[in-house]
DNA sequence: ATGGTTTTTACTGCGTC
DNA sequence: GACGCGGTAAAAACCAT
């Protein structure tokens, strides 16, 4: 198989485009000179006032918050870390020192010593229950990693984090492999978040296969009883949308189509990323616009064909029902 | 495993710049 | 002649049974 086909389209459109400034925070949009503003929710830079979007995710700018021992911790974390699932032991964990002294330096009586001993025992057997806790900072380190090459959001991550927690707790790991339930976690997080990956997409940054990757997924939503509709197509377009370089009129657009065809049903069965493709392109078409299906199909990673097929079936069911 | 459905691959013909 | 687009047939992938 080709590589040229998984290659991920870049927005980059002119050579003319100015160096921009990487010290400030304010930069202006390349296009009309608005405001660039970060977009968490879509983890997107957008531009305010004409909707460009110059970069989608790909570089993450917060704190390197993994710690593998505690003198890293010491070093990377900032003082008065927020707690967040993303540590294995949520960053709170606490830590009582081996000497037998006080915090003078005093040694201590023996009542205190032993109650020191009760102490120490206790906290070991919370903090590190046992070795799911290993487990667990090695599965965090990698949905981290995957969420980051994806341009998934800060929500998104915490959300795997939760799930892989949650399918530890269950035992749903035996027989499974951690990198496998972490990519899963991802996969289901970004879908549940409305901001979904292909499975291609997630089967590019994992280091698991893709039948893998689905099989484990099914079973930890099943287990976790986790809800996860269909993948909305219209989650689909923005992104689509603004790789092309097409307007925010186009990008309504398309999400007209998709409602249209999902009120008459047109759907059911279909690949999702498949109609939000076809909708895009259609919607280039209707207003002007200059796409070429060849271009559709690279960002999205659909063959042409498929765009083609979709893309008749909305604009049959436009017809069908004009106006309501 | 099987059969039905969807998607992909590969190829061909048509019109246009 | 290359390009964008449309169609088709056969293969592959997917899904429920």
């Given at each position: 198989m080709s590589e040229n086909t998984r290659a991920r389209a870049r927005t980059t459109e002119s050579e003319t485009e100015q160096e921009q400034?990487?010290?400030?925070e304010q930069v202006d949009c390349p296009e009309c000179g608005g405001n660039l503003v970060m977009d968490d929710e879509h983890g997107e830079t957008v531009c305010?006032?004409?909707?460009?979007?110059?970069?989608?995710?790909?570089?993450?700018?917060?704190?390197?918050?993994?710690?593998?021992?505690a003198s890293e911790k010491d070093e990377k974390s900032r003082v008065g870390a927020p707690t967040t699932n993303m540590m294995h032991d949520k960053g709170l964990s606490t830590n009582i020192d081996w000497?037998?002294?006080d915090a003078y330096g005093n040694s201590l009586g023996s009542r205190q010593r032993q109650k020191m001993q009760r102490l120490r025992k206790w906290n070991e057997r919370f903090r590190t229950r046992d070795s799911k806790e290993r487990n667990l900072k090695q599965a965090l380190g990698e949905i981290d990693r995957m969420a980051s090459a994806l341009g998934l959001p800060e929500n998104v991550r915490e959300t795997a984090s939760v799930i892989y927690r949650r399918a530890l707790d269950e035992d749903?790991?035996?027989?499974?492999s951690i990198e496998g339930v972490a990519t899963a976690s991802v996969y289901a997080a970004a879908r549940q978040a409305g901001v979904p990956r292909s499975l291609d997409e997630i089967t590019d940054v994992s280091r698991v296969e893709k039948s893998e990757i689905a099989r484990t997924y099914r079973y930890v939503i099943r287990e976790l009883g986790l809800e996860v509709k269909p993948a909305d197509p219209e989650s689909y377009v923005p992104r689509f949308a603004s790789s092309l370089g097409l307007s925010d009129e186009a990008e309504h657009r398309a999400r007209q189509l998709l409602q249209n065809a999902k009120e008459q049903g047109v759907h059911s069965g279909k690949s999702p990323v498949g109609l939000a493709a076809a909708a895009v392109y259609a919607a280039a078409l209707l207003t002007n616009e200059k796409t070429t299906q060849a271009a559709v199909s690279e960002v999205a990673d659909i063959s042409e064909v498929t765009i083609r097929n979709r893309y008749h079936e909305l604009l049959e069911a436009e017809q069908d029902l004009p106006m309501a």
């Open positions: 400034e990487h010290e400030s305010d006032d004409c909707g460009l979007v110059v970069e989608e995710g790909e570089i993450d700018r917060g704190p390197e918050w993994r710690a593998f021992d000497r037998d002294q749903l790991l035996p027989g499974r």
